[in-house]
């Protein structure tokens, strides 16, 4: 079975540009989340999706900082403009059905980003 | 508030000795108590979890323990070998609102 895919594996900009990392979840799992992990901060959950709908977005650190669900099969992070100081290894993760926080989730090999 | 501690930072143990790794939670509705393991360069993937109705779950050489009165759960991995070296992350979900990760343990396992 496919796992979570995410692309690009590595991405390195330059401060200012905009970047975007893409997500494909498992086949029907119904929640998405995008994570991001530092060494200072560790994993971090930034956002989920339920159905394509976002659910709560209050682990966005910035407005610079937007996520889109549109079908089912793909999701997007958006960081514009883009820092330094948002680099860092960014993960997209799905699970099944059911009560949201009380299943396994299925993480992607993430999106190394560095900001330059 | 959220939190999610996690001990030890680093361990190390010889081939084919016992490892533990212990995490305490502070919100005692918590019920979901998963352990995943990092590789270098991929994603965390689910190794063992726990609910709250139980007190013990075993699959082969790991083995997760669940103390709900304490606020506590541990990795237990018996036989260890040099592929179980890697980052061991526990979780636990807060007010059915968010899914915190504890700090994460570096497991080195020499031959």
């Known amino acids: 079975d496919a796992g979570v895919i995410q692309s690009p594996r590595h991405e390195v900009t330059e401060m200012g540009q905009e970047v975007t990392l893409r997500c494909k979840p498992i086949?029907?799992?119904?929640?998405l989340f995008w994570y991001r992990q530092t060494m200072m901060r560790g994993l971090e959950l930034l956002i989920y999706f339920n159905n394509n709908v976002p659910i709560d977005d209050s682990g966005m650190p910035e407005d610079r900082f937007s996520a889109k669900m549109p079908n089912a099969s793909f999701s997007t992070l958006k960081i514009q403009p883009s820092e330094p100081r948002d680099s860092a290894v960014y993960f997209c993760a799905s699970s099944l059905p059911g009560q949201v926080f009380n299943q396994p989730q299925h993480f992607g090999d993430g999106t190394r980003l560095s900001i330059l | 508030g959220e939190n999610v501690e996690q001990h030890p930072s680093t361990l190390s143990v010889q081939e084919g000795d016992s490892a533990v790794i212990k995490c305490t939670y502070s919100d005692s509705a918590s019920n979901y108590f998963p352990w995943y393991k990092q590789e270098l360069g991929k994603g965390p993937q689910l190794i063992i979890d726990i609910r709250s109705n139980v007190g013990e779950k075993k699959d082969q050489r790991i083995a997760v323990t669940l103390n709900k009165t304490a606020k506590h759960f541990s990795l237990h991995i018996t036989e260890t070998q040099p592929e179980d070296s890697a980052v061991y992350f526990c979780a636990a979900p807060f007010y059915g609102q968010n899914f915190v990760f504890g700090p994460g343990t570096r497991l080195s396992v020499l031959p």
């Open positions: 086949s029907g799992h119904d929640y």
